[in-house]
Structures are given as structure tokens and as C-alpha cells.
């Protein structure tokens, strides 16, 4: 999908950055250059911008692991924020085949959260028509999360049951609706507040965590799975086997716990570490964004098998206080950054 190309590209953008590692108070909405595309790269008018706990990481600097992988020791190598993103290409750099100015498009950058971005092309595909964009830049980091989390790492099968715990965010909600679609019966683990949203997403069942934990369902009579997913990162590795059949599996996918070295990823160290020795298969997720899975998942969309939940859409000025609702826990699916004044929906 195209629209006119015959657009000027201004000098000057609005852009979310910080200088120092911290919480939300470090960003600040600076006018900037607009980045001019290198080879290989486009640069895309944002319409829209998800928002993932990675973000919140990147921002904070924490857990300090992740600054030995390039992301900066003492303060961010990079100043902008934000990953996910839908817009138009407004300019391509050398060498770049398959797009042209005027496709709107969806994807990932290294600094969504501003009026325009530059990425390399191969990490954007054409928008589908019909579906929001809205909906497409909430898609790329939980929806491959969750996708890589249940077929790669869980090896789902149709028929199992399955076992979401964290339904209720980003990752969760995109969870659920591609177990359902895989023909999976699914039990999520959430708020009472987000039970409603579970099971309009295919849920079969809901555990409430906040009154009953995840050993005294199982007690009760709630049947093993298949296989958990556990997003949250707040139960044993135990507590987890108890809910697992012999031979099921268990995806670790990190969580928010954890010291300041090493984070959720500590669970996950736990994890591999005790799997040689118990009868489930537990899989610490390690997943990225990758094209072939971002045209899968959207083909989700297109076809209404799956949906983007979005809790709320706010402006781009807005992202500090976002990433504060998002720390705070409580967001129902995802929330979106709405960044263009003249936004352009897929048709």
C-alpha cells in the first residue's frame, strides 16, 4: 500500500531521549535532526509506536546484564527510545529493494518514540490492508514473544493444554489467542480485573493469582498442562513442575524479578539449570523479531484469529508517563504511542 510520495521531509522532529540511565523522569520530549537513511535503511513517518517492558529495561539500564551487550556501560549508547513502530517510508537509502516511498509499513527501530525513524529495510514488512496501525505497532516484540514462546520453545500441539501465566499483558494476550488458534485449550492466570479480557481472547479458564495461588488450583482439582508459559516470573521452579505433566514443557520467558545484576533472567538460569533433572522439559525464551514470523502474526490479524489489545493510545509527549502506568502493572494488552498528526490507516 502507497500513498503520494510527493512529501517534504522536514529538518527538525520531535523525539523521546535521555541522556543518563533512570526512570521515567530521564526522558524528555527534544526537538532533533531528522536521521537521514544510510545504505540499506529507509526513513519512516511514524503513525504509530508500541511500548514493551524492554523498553522500561533500556531505560533504566537494568538489570545490569544487559548493558555488557552493546547498549551502553555508564549511560545509553543510543539517546532515542522505542522499538516497535507502524508508518510511511518517506526516503530510502542505497540499495534498498521491494520498497519504495509511500509504503506504509510496520516494524522495528532503535528509536520509535519520534516523529521519524530510520531502520534497516529488512526489518519492516508492508502494512495488510484493513487492519490499524494501531494495531500492527503493538504487534512486533509481544507478538513474537508469544509466538516463538509456544511453537519454537513449547513445541505446542493441537489439543494440549496450555497455560498462560501473565495473560493479562502484552505478551499474555498475544498468548492466548495463538494457542487458541493452534487449537489449544487454554487457562490463563491473571487479575480478577483482566479475567473478562482473558477469556473474551479464548481462555477456557481463569486463575486468579491475587486470591489463589497456583499450587492450591492444582490441589483443588485443576487439571496438569501441557505446557506453561510463565511470563510473570513470580513462581518457583517447582510450584511450576507441580502444574506441568511428566514430560510437558515450561517456558521461562523472564519476568521482572530478580537482583539488579541479572533480573528475570536469574529464573531462567534456574530453569535450565534444574531441567537435566526433572521429568519436564523447562526452555529459557530467547526471541527476536524476525520477518517471516512478523508476516505469520499478521496474517493473524488479517484473518481476525488474533487481535491487538490495546489498553489505550496516548500521545507521543505522553511516553514517560506510559512507561510509569506500564512499571506500575495493571495494562490490559498493550499500550500505544500515537505519534502523527495526519495518521494514515491501512485500507
Known amino acids: 500500500m502507497s500513498e503520494p510520495t510527493d512529501v517534504t521531509i522536514p529538518t527538525w522532529m520531535r523525539a523521546i531521549v535521555q541522556d543518563e540511565y533512570g526512570d521515567a523522569e530521564m526522558l524528555r520530549t527534544e526537538q532533533v535532526p531528522v536521521p537521514s537513511p544510510g545504505p540499506g535503511e529507509v526513513l519512516v513517518r511514524v503513525h504509530a509506536a508500541g511500548i514493551d517492558m524492554g523498553v522500561w529495561h533500556l531505560m533504566t539500564g537494568r538489570p545490569l546484564l544487559l ?29 534498498v529493494e521491494g520498497l519504495q516511498a509511500g509504503d506504509v509499513v510496520f516494524g522495528t527501530a532503535d528509536a520509535a518514540f519520534a516523529d521519524h525513524a530510520v531502520t534497516r529495510a529488512d526489518r519492516l514488512l508492508a502494512a495488510p490492508r484493513g487492519v490499524p496501525l494501531s494495531q500492527l505497532a503493538a504487534l512486533p516484540t509481544s507478538g513474537s514473544a508469544a509466538l516463538h514462546g509456544l511453537r519454537d520453545a513449547g513445541r505446542l500441539q493441537r489439543g494440549q493444554r496450555v497455560l498462560v501465566i501473565g495473560a493479562g499483558g502484552g505478551v499474555g494476550s498475544f498468548a492466548i489467542q495463538l494457542a487458541v488458534a493452534a487449537g489449544a485449550h487454554v487457562t490463563a492466570v491473571c487479575s480478577a480485573a483482566k479475567a473478562g479480557l482473558a477469556r473474551s481472547l479464548g481462555a477456557e479458564a481463569v486463575i486468579d493469582y491475587r486470591s489463589e495461588t497456583l499450587s492450591q488450583a492444582i490441589a483443588r482439582g485443576v487439571e496438569r498442562f501441557d505446557l506453561v508459559l510463565e511470563i510473570a516470573g513470580e513462581r518457583t521452579i517447582r510450584e511450576l513442575r507441580a502444574a506441568t505433566v511428566p514430560g510437558g514443557a515450561i517456558v521461562l520467558a523472564g519476568g521482572e524479578g530478580g537482583g539488579s545484576m541479572l533480573g ?84
Open 67 to 95: 548493558r555488557l551487550f552493546g547498549f551502553g556501560l555508564q549511560r545509553p549508547k543510543l539517546r532515542g527510545r522505542g522499538r516497535d513502530l507502524a508508518g510511511t517510508i518517506v526516503a530510502l537509502g542505497a540499495g
Open 264 to 347: 528475570g533472567v536469574a529464573h531462567q538460569l534456574r530453569g535450565v539449570l534444574t531441567a537435566p533433572f526433572v521429568r519436564q522439559r523447562i526452555v529459557m525464551l530467547v526471541s527476536a523479531e524476525r520477518p517471516t514470523d512478523l508476516a505469520e502474526l499478521a496474517a493473524h490479524l488479517v484473518a481476525g484469529t488474533v487481535v491487538s489489545t490495546v489498553d489505550a493510545e496516548l500521545p507521543l509527549e505522553r511516553v514517560p508517563d506510559a512507561l510509569r502506568r506500564l512499571a506500575r502493572g495493571g495494562i490490559a494488552g498493550k499500550l500505544v504511542i500515537r505519534v502523527s498528526d495526519d495518521p494514515v490507516d491501512a485500507e
